[in-house]
């Protein structure tokens, strides 16, 4: 499973998440269409969208293979 089908999978938009996170969403859109690699992100922001999913950092990284 890819990020962006993850955040559908978990009832979120790209916009509800950019919301939360406080950055754009054309950036979580990039991740979620898989433009930009979650490996390659600020450490901050995989924290925070961990948070937000209720998930790990580790395994959000790991849709990124």
């Known amino acids: 499973m890819k990020f962006g089908e993850y955040i559908r999978s978990k009832g979120y ?8 996170v406080g950055i ?4 979580i859109e990039a991740y979620a269409n898989g433009r930009c690699s979650l490996k390659k992100c600020r450490a901050w922001l995989i924290v925070a969208l961990a948070e937000i999913l209720e998930t790990t950092p580790k395994e959000l990284i790991s849709l990124d293979d």
């Open 24 to 27: 754009s969403v054309r950036t």
């Open 13 to 20: 938009t790209s916009k509800r998440i950019a919301e939360e």
